[in-house]
Protein backbone atom coordinates (compact mmCIF):
# COMPACT_ATOMS: atom_id res chain seq x y z
CA UNK A 1 0.00 0.00 0.00
CA UNK A 2 1.78 3.42 -0.90
CA UNK A 3 2.29 5.58 1.87
CA UNK A 4 2.98 9.27 2.51
CA UNK A 5 4.72 10.21 5.88
CA UNK A 6 4.58 13.56 7.30
CA UNK A 7 5.77 15.10 10.16
CA UNK A 8 7.03 18.18 12.55
CA UNK A 9 8.61 19.18 15.04
CA UNK A 10 6.88 21.15 17.67
CA UNK A 11 7.07 22.89 21.49
CA UNK A 12 5.05 21.79 23.71
CA UNK A 13 3.36 25.67 23.73
CA UNK A 14 3.03 25.38 20.30
CA UNK A 15 1.36 22.18 20.42
CA UNK A 16 -1.27 23.90 22.26
CA UNK A 17 -1.40 27.25 20.45
CA UNK A 18 -2.14 24.43 17.29
CA UNK A 19 -5.27 23.29 19.04
CA UNK A 20 -3.40 20.23 20.91
CA UNK A 21 -2.25 17.16 19.24
CA UNK A 22 -5.36 16.71 17.45
CA UNK A 23 -5.42 19.97 15.99
CA UNK A 24 -1.68 19.50 14.78
CA UNK A 25 -2.47 16.44 13.29
CA UNK A 26 -4.99 17.73 11.37
CA UNK A 27 -3.04 20.44 10.26
CA UNK A 28 -0.62 17.99 8.81
CA UNK A 29 -3.16 15.88 7.28
CA UNK A 30 -4.95 18.74 5.31
CA UNK A 31 -1.55 19.94 4.05
CA UNK A 32 -0.44 16.67 2.99
CA UNK A 33 -4.13 16.14 0.89
CA UNK A 34 -3.60 20.01 -0.51
CA UNK A 35 -0.03 19.15 -1.39
CA UNK A 36 1.54 16.34 -2.57
CA UNK A 37 -1.41 13.97 -2.03
CA UNK A 38 -3.43 16.37 -3.97
CA UNK A 39 -3.69 13.40 -7.11
CA UNK A 40 -6.23 11.41 -4.52
CA UNK A 41 -9.01 14.61 -5.40
CA UNK A 42 -8.43 13.54 -9.46
CA UNK A 43 -12.25 12.24 -9.75
CA UNK A 44 -11.14 8.07 -8.93
CA UNK A 45 -12.20 6.11 -5.90
CA UNK A 46 -9.56 5.66 -2.79
CA UNK A 47 -9.22 3.96 0.43
CA UNK A 48 -7.19 6.08 2.41
CA UNK A 49 -5.79 5.23 6.12
CA UNK A 50 -4.84 7.72 8.51
CA UNK A 51 -2.82 6.52 10.77
CA UNK A 52 -2.22 9.03 13.63
CA UNK A 53 1.21 8.40 15.58
CA UNK A 54 1.40 9.33 19.41
CA UNK A 55 2.87 12.12 20.95
CA UNK A 56 6.64 11.56 21.06
CA UNK A 57 8.75 12.18 23.89
CA UNK A 58 10.41 15.43 24.25
CA UNK A 59 13.96 15.60 22.65
CA UNK A 60 16.26 15.91 25.17
CA UNK A 61 18.72 17.93 23.26
CA UNK A 62 16.14 20.51 21.40
CA UNK A 63 13.00 20.01 23.48
CA UNK A 64 10.31 19.65 20.58
CA UNK A 65 8.07 16.72 20.68
CA UNK A 66 7.68 15.11 16.81
CA UNK A 67 4.10 14.41 15.43
CA UNK A 68 3.64 12.25 12.81
CA UNK A 69 0.92 10.74 10.36
CA UNK A 70 1.22 8.36 8.30
CA UNK A 71 -1.23 8.42 5.20
CA UNK A 72 -1.67 5.41 2.75
CA UNK A 73 -3.94 4.44 -0.09
CA UNK A 74 -5.33 2.37 -2.68
CA UNK A 75 -7.88 2.37 -5.53
CA UNK A 76 -10.96 1.42 -4.94
CA UNK A 77 -12.33 -0.05 -7.72
CA UNK A 78 -10.21 -2.37 -10.72
CA UNK A 79 -11.82 -0.32 -13.26
CA UNK A 80 -9.91 2.37 -12.40
CA UNK A 81 -6.47 0.55 -11.50
CA UNK A 82 -3.56 1.78 -13.80
CA UNK A 83 -1.03 -0.93 -14.93
CA UNK A 84 1.11 -1.51 -11.08
CA UNK A 85 -1.69 -0.27 -9.00
CA UNK A 86 -3.33 -2.65 -6.39
CA UNK A 87 -6.47 -2.33 -5.51
CA UNK A 88 -7.73 -4.18 -2.37
CA UNK A 89 -8.28 -7.59 -2.25
CA UNK A 90 -11.81 -7.92 -1.80
CA UNK A 91 -12.46 -6.36 -5.15
CA UNK A 92 -11.54 -9.50 -6.82
CA UNK A 93 -11.73 -13.17 -6.94
CA UNK A 94 -9.26 -16.02 -8.61
CA UNK A 95 -10.11 -17.34 -11.95
CA UNK A 96 -9.33 -21.54 -11.42
CA UNK A 97 -6.49 -21.66 -13.49
CA UNK A 98 -3.98 -24.78 -14.40
CA UNK A 99 -1.85 -25.79 -11.63
CA UNK A 100 -3.43 -23.21 -9.07
CA UNK A 101 -2.41 -20.54 -9.79
CA UNK A 102 -3.57 -17.52 -8.36
CA UNK A 103 -4.59 -15.19 -10.92
CA UNK A 104 -7.63 -13.27 -11.62
CA UNK A 105 -8.21 -12.11 -15.44
CA UNK A 106 -10.28 -9.13 -15.93
CA UNK A 107 -12.80 -8.54 -19.18
CA UNK A 108 -13.35 -4.74 -18.34
CA UNK A 109 -11.71 -3.95 -21.63
CA UNK A 110 -11.90 -5.53 -25.33
CA UNK A 111 -8.22 -7.24 -24.60
CA UNK A 112 -8.64 -7.86 -20.61
CA UNK A 113 -7.08 -6.67 -18.07
CA UNK A 114 -4.26 -9.20 -15.66
CA UNK A 115 -4.33 -8.72 -11.93
CA UNK A 116 -2.16 -10.87 -10.22
CA UNK A 117 -1.83 -11.07 -5.97
CA UNK A 118 -0.59 -9.13 -4.12
CA UNK A 119 -0.15 -9.22 0.02
CA UNK A 120 -2.08 -6.06 -0.07
CA UNK A 121 -5.04 -7.09 -2.88
CA UNK A 122 -4.48 -7.42 -6.24
CA UNK A 123 -1.76 -5.67 -8.61
CA UNK A 124 -2.44 -4.59 -12.31
CA UNK A 125 -0.60 -5.95 -14.66
CA UNK A 126 -1.69 -5.34 -18.10
Known amino acids: MPMHLAFVDYMPAQ ?18 LHGQLAF ?3 GRHY ?11 VN ?8 QINIRWLIAHPAEAQIGEIVPAHTLRPDPKPGGVA ?3 ATLK ?3 WRFE ?10
Open 15 to 32: ILAGGGLVGVQNDLISKA
Open 110 to 112: PQG
Open 60 to 67: PNTGLHKI
Open 40 to 42: LTN
Open 103 to 105: RFE
Open 47 to 57: IVQIDRRPLSQ
Open 117 to 126: PHPEGWQRMT
